[in-house]
């Protein structure tokens, strides 16, 4: 029991941060989006793993360079097709409201993220955990669903005065759907990267990193195709739109201690679910990450509680609680899986 106890305990940790992370996103002004973004990205996917990885890893550099070239490029590539969901993620909540669009987001990148993993691992339609690793992903489907529903419910019920901002019809709503569904496809790759890139955390184990701490090796790579993506697009606004003069605006010392602790959040979140995923062992990509997912929703929807984001809501709250409690069970139905 101690042995499933401690990584189920690091992948709590992760979501906690996962859930978290996104209150940096209010505090961006007056820097400019793209301003902050960069910042952030910097601070989440170069000065922190790279950091954590080089204390952590005896050897980094020469594990990564000893490492399958399939496995290093193959991660990197996945990292960056995960920036570009991020990139369509916003596209998409232009087009069709946060709501519908993070549930979409959520419900594909936790199934497919935990999915694909599992059918690369040879013999896991023989293993005991497979049907209930199907249930359990499944269950997360349906709790994300009610989720996003309650969601989009609150939204109609707040907007009742003056129509839901940002949410279109007609084909611009069916083009949003599509954008949604593509950026959740993609989403899920930055944990197929992960699964991906584990014979580097493998080489990096062997060259004496703890088994823990190895899974810092496999991020390095993954996120350097992911900060390729994110930056250069954060440097493209900011040339195209002339922004950098934000970066001297007066007051924005906050905007930047936001930027960097969301960016501790973010690779915190990925660091410790690393080293919890590591430590279930094979399958540790193909539990922990819908386990991750699912407790970040519930966590950031704590805050959003919070916030007073579903005050005078009561349905939709009743709704949300169904959904987190389902969510819970399919956590649940992981764990159990995990021990099997």
Known sequence: MGDLAVPLLLVVLASFFQGTFGLGMKYMRPLAWEGWWLVHV?????VLPLGWAMAA???LVGSIVAAPRGAVYGGMLYGFLWGVGGILFGVSVGRVGV?????????????????VPLFQVEGAVERPAFPWILVGVGAMLVGVGISAVAGVWRDRLQGAGGGIEGIGSGRAFRVGLGIAVASGV???LLNVGFASAQPVAKVAEAHGALTRNSSLAAWVVVLVGAYAMNAGYALFLLFKNGSWGSYGSAGSAKAYRWAVAAGLFWFGALGVYGQGAALMGELGPVIGWPILLGLALIISNIWAVRAGEWRDAGGPFRLMLLGVGVLIAACVVLGYANGL
């Open 42 to 46: 910097t601070v989440a996917m170069v």
């Open 57 to 59: 890893v005896p050897d």
């Open 99 to 115: 709501s519908i669009t993070y549930g979409i987001v959520m419900g594909l990148a936790a199934s497919m993220g935990s999915l």
């Open 186 to 188: 993609l989403s899920a």
